[in-house]
C-alpha cells in the first residue's frame, strides 16, 4: 500500500505561490500542528512499516513530526518534489495558476506531451518520480510517501484508472493524502482512498 501524503501547510501557501524548486518554503505553526494529527491518524488507521518523503524542506519537516516518534530512519529521496512550474516558479498571479493549472488538465489525461513552460511535461515528471518511488513499491508493505499536492494527483491520475475529471476536481488540502494499492501493472493500481472525497 502507498500512502501519499501532501505536507502541511506552508508559508509559499498562505501567500499563493508557486512554490516547486528545492528546498523551498518551511512549514508554518499550524503547518506543524496538521502534521502532528495527521501523522497519528495514519498510525492509528493504517499498519504502517516505512516513512519517506520528498527532499523539500517542508516534506521533510511533515514527515518528522507526523512519525518522527515512531520510525528513526525517515529518507529523503530524490524524485519525489513538486512538479517544476517554470516560468511561474514563486507567482502568486491569476495567469500563474491558470497556466499551472491548464498543463496539469493534460497531466490527469496522460498527455505526455502537456507541459509547464520552462518547467515539467508530463513525461519528464513521471520519469523522475517513478524513478525514485520504484524502489518503495512493495504491496506486502505499507509506505508513506511524504510529497505534494500537485505530484501526488498527476502521479495518481497516471498509476490507476481514476477517473480523470475525478482527479482534476478533487484537489488535495494539506496533509490530505491518497491511498493506492499498487498491484499489477502501473496504470492499473487500485485507488482506496482520495482524501475525503466519495471514490467513483
Known amino acids: 500500500m502507498l500512502i501519499l501524503l501532501r505536507h502541511g501547510q506552508t508559508y509559499s ?11 523551498g518554503a518551511e512549514l508554518t505553526e499550524f503547518g506543524r500542528e496538521q502534521a502532528r494529527e495527521v501523522g497519528r491518524e495514519i498510525l492509528n488507521d493504517y499498519d504502517v512499516d516505512r516513512v519517506i518523503t520528498s527532499e523539500a524542506l517542508r516534506a521533510r519537516q511533515t514527515g518528522e513530526i507526523g512519525f518522527g516518534a515512531a520510525f528513526a530512519d525517515i529518507p529523503a529521496v530524490p524524485g519525489l518534489q513538486e512538479v517544476n512550474a517554470g516560468r511561474w516558479e514563486m507567482m502568486n498571479s491569476r ?6 493549472l491548464r498543463a496539469f488538465r493534460g497531466f490527469y489525461r496522460r498527455d505526455l506531451a502537456s507541459h509547464i513552460e520552462n518547467g515539467d511535461s508530463l513525461s519528464a515528471f513521471l520519469t523522475r518520480y517513478k524513478a525514485g518511488l520504484n524502489p518503495w513499491v512493495d504491496p506486502e508493505k505499507t509506505t508513506v510517501v511524504v510529497s505534494h499536492g500537485g505530484a501526488i494527483r498527476a502521479f495518481a491520475a497516471n498509476a490507476s484508472t481514476v477517473d480523470p475529471g475525478f482527479a482534476e ?16 501493472e502501473f496504470g492499473s493500481w487500485q485507488v482506496e482512498k482520495w482524501a475525503r472525497y466519495p471514490l467513483r
Open 95 to 100: 495567469e500563474a495558476h491558470e497556466a499551472y
Open 13 to 23: 501557501n498562505l501567500d499563493h505561490k508557486l512554490d516547486t524548486l528545492l528546498p
Open 169 to 184: 476536481a478533487s484537489y488535495l488540502p494539506n496533509c490530505s493524502y491518497v491511498v493506492l494499492n499498487p498491484v499489477g
